[in-house]
């Protein structure tokens, strides 16, 4: 049996290997510290599970729940944005729930794009921006994201043939893998270019509440006029510690939300409604335990940054983010660099080129791990570094 065309040619995910990879060291014996996948360690709130489980225990929670989340949840959505951003969204045209922002950003390269349109992503950046348009047969083209343009892309490099045919442009900050934040000035150039080439912006802002040193990320809904031109994606997987509970929202554009809704009434019927229940507690409850989380964070990312000077990198210092990202020694693969750090330390980060061509020469560190296994993972590899060069 052969796959259809639009998949034949996908590769498996890169953290799908990477668990095999290390479930065999595991099994012979290898301490492995992960810094690697982006997957939060700590929990929600006691508070937010609490409302998860007292509607759980009720008679009637147990059906089918509405497409696209309930109207508690979506109504949840727009208070949050309100009190986060001051951003006011219709929770009935300008909101719908995912199942995680990640289904999000496929269903949307689906929704809007035809084999052969033109699609900006990112590079580095987010696989499913590039997956998702494949498989939908358009054309990708890749924004380069330059330290020396502080990981922005340069709207005023793309080609006016590229921008006149690009339906779409992704952009994601804070940004993964870099860690690179975003100004609302910033955001009006993207609101500004989407306008002028008649285009969809498309927002991936997962890590807009993991934030550092007093930084408050913005959202491109809060530019004048963006909800023309603009749809964000949000999760609750990285701003309140529930990955495993799948729960995410795009919000904007209220014709591209029309879209999406249609799009999931044929593919998926909503969440368990208790789960619906602790992500609307999440977003209207006390915000308080976000920011101790956020210190906490802060302890892993200096820890980092301090063993990796240690080691003689010079690493970007993310203001916000799960991530740390620094080049690797010249002379160095990515992927050998992080390969030979696995197999040598038992220490997993992530290679750059696995983000796009112009991730290539770096290396990702997560701080979804406890402290005390970050500073042991930094000990072995200043060791380690110490003894290669």
Same mark, same amino acid.
């Given at each position: ?69 309930? !109207? ?7 208070? $949050? ?44 950046? %987010? ?16 924004? !380069? ?13 793309? !080609?006016?043939?590229? @921008?006149?045919? @690009? ?47 007093? %930084? ?42 029309? $879209? ?130």
């Amino acid at each position: 049996m052969q796959p259809a065309n639009r998949i034949a040619s996908l590769k498996p995910y890169f953290f799908a290997q990477l668990n095999q990879r290390i479930a065999g060291l595991k099994e012979k014996g290898v301490d492995v510290i992960r810094l690697d996948i982006g997957s939060p360690d700590l929990p929600p709130a006691d508070f937010i599970i609490q409302a998860m489980t007292r509607r759980a225990a009720q008679a009637d929670a147990h059906g089918y729940t509405v497409y696209g989340g309930t !109207p508690a949840y979506r109504r949840a959505c727009a208070t $949050y944005y309100q009190n986060r951003f001051g951003v006011l969204l219709d929770y009935e045209t300008q909101v719908v729930g995912l199942l995680g922002s990640k289904e999000g950003l496929f269903t949307l390269s689906q929704v809007l794009l035809d084999p052969g349109d033109v699609v900006l992503v990112p590079d580095p950046g %987010y696989s499913t921006y590039t997956a998702s348009a494949q498989i939908a047969g358009a054309q990708v083209v890749a924004m !380069p994201l330059l330290e020396k343009h502080g990981f922005l892309p340069d709207l005023a490099a793309i !080609p006016e043939s590229v @921008a006149r045919r @690009a339906r779409l442009m992704w952009l994601n900050y804070p940004n993964n893998p870099t860690g690179a934040v975003a100004s609302l000035e910033f955001f009006q150039q993207a609101v500004d270019f989407a306008r002028r080439y008649d285009l969809i912006v498309a927002h991936d802002a997962p890590y807009v509440d993991v934030c550092f040193d007093g %930084y408050q990320a913005p959202s491109i809904l809060q530019v004048p006029g963006a909800i023309e031109v603009a749809v964000e994606f949000n999760s609750l997987s990285k701003a309140y510690n529930m990955a495993g509970w799948r729960l995410g929202m795009a919000v904007g554009n209220a014709e591209v939300v029309r $879209y999406l809704k249609t799009y999931k009434s044929q593919v998926d019927t909503s969440h368990f409604d208790p789960i619906l229940v602790g992500g609307a507690t999440a977003l209207t409850g006390d915000q308080g335990w976000i920011r101790e989380r956020n210190t906490t964070y802060q302890e892993r990312r200096d820890a980092v940054i301090a063993g990796l000077r240690a080691m003689g990198f010079e690493p970007n210092v993310p203001k916000a983010a799960l991530y740390v990202w620094t080049r690797i020694p010249d002379g160095w693969n990515d992927l050998e660099f992080c390969e030979r750090l696995l197999r040598d330390t038992g220490v997993s980060t992530t290679p750059g080129s696995i983000y796009g061509q112009y991730g290539q020469g770096y290396f990702r560190i997560s701080i979804c791990t406890p402290l005390r296994h970050i500073q042991e993972a930094m000990s072995r590899l200043i060791d380690w570094t110490q003894g290669m060069m």
